[in-house]
């Protein structure tokens, strides 16, 4: 079975893939294969350099994260191009990944995709389990976390589609508004029913 781990930013997905992966589950973090198909001279990162100019790019030959960001979060064009670019290489790695962890035996594995419906790919996935915020807290850990203003961290929520619609396209939703150990607590009960 594959679990497809979705929510919106800031929401807890990290948090409940965390918890997944202490249970034995593998998982596939869709943020981290975007961190592994930009690594510095990579022909995913030329491209975004012919999109964006030299100056995204750190004299180490990274790629300068905040300034894309910055550059796509408040900008739906610019996050389109870059979409355009980076999500063929995440999707053919994620797959990969996939692939890898089936021939190794594994019978249940996860993929963390923040974008799963943004992007349509609810084919790639058995369940769909959901992590729902408020989006009180959402805003509020968002802020934290990632130290923006109140208005970097409402673009960054609108870039994505509304709590409400991934809840509906859900499996199973676990609701991450209390503790963290109410939120293990409804992970246990999920993955009950499910296996
Ligand atoms: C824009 C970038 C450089 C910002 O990097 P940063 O380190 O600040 O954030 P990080 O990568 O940890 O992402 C945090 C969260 O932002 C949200 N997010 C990221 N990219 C996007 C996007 N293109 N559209 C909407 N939301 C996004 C996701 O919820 C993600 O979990 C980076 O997110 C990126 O390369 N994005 C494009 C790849 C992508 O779409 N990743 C999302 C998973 S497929
Ligand atoms: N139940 C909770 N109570 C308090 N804080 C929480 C709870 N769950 C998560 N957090 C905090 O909220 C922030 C967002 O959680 P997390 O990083 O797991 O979200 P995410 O959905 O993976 O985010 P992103 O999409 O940005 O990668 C983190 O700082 C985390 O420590």
Redesign the pocket.
């Known amino acids: 079975m594959i679990i497809g781990l979705t929510g ?3 929401s807890g ?1 990290s948090t409940v893939s965390k918890m997944l992966e202490a249970l034995g589950y593998p998982i596939i973090d ?2 981290m ?3 592994q198909v ?1 690594e510095p001279g990579s022909e995913t990162l030329k491209k975004i350099e012919a999109l964006f100019g030299p100056e995204v790019i750190r004299t180490d030959g990274s ?1 300068d ?2 300034k ?2 910055a550059l ?2 408040s900008d739906p064009a610019r ?1 389109k191009q ?2 355009d670019i ?2 063929p290489a ?1 999707r053919e790695e994620m797959l990969r990944k996939r692939n890898e962890y089936l021939t190794e035996g594994f019978r249940t594995i996860v993929m963390d ?3 799963l419906f ?2 349509k790919l609810q084919h790639f996935v058995d369940r769909i389990l959901v992590v729902s915020v408020t989006e009180e807290n959402q805003l509020a850990r968002l802020m934290e976390r ?1 130290g923006l203003s109140e208005k970097d961290a409402r673009a ?1 929520i609108s ?2 589609l509304p709590m409400s619609v991934k809840e509906e396209g859900a499996d199973a939703v676990i609701y991450n508004n209390g503790t963290v150990e109410e939120t293990a607590l409804q992970l246990d009960r999920i993955l009950e029913q499910w296996q």
């Open positions: 919106s930013i800031a997905k869709a943020d294969v975007a961190r930009v790629m994260r905040e894309v960001g796509i979060f996050r870059l979409n980076i999500h995440i995709i923040p974008l943004e992007s990632n960054r870039s994505q």
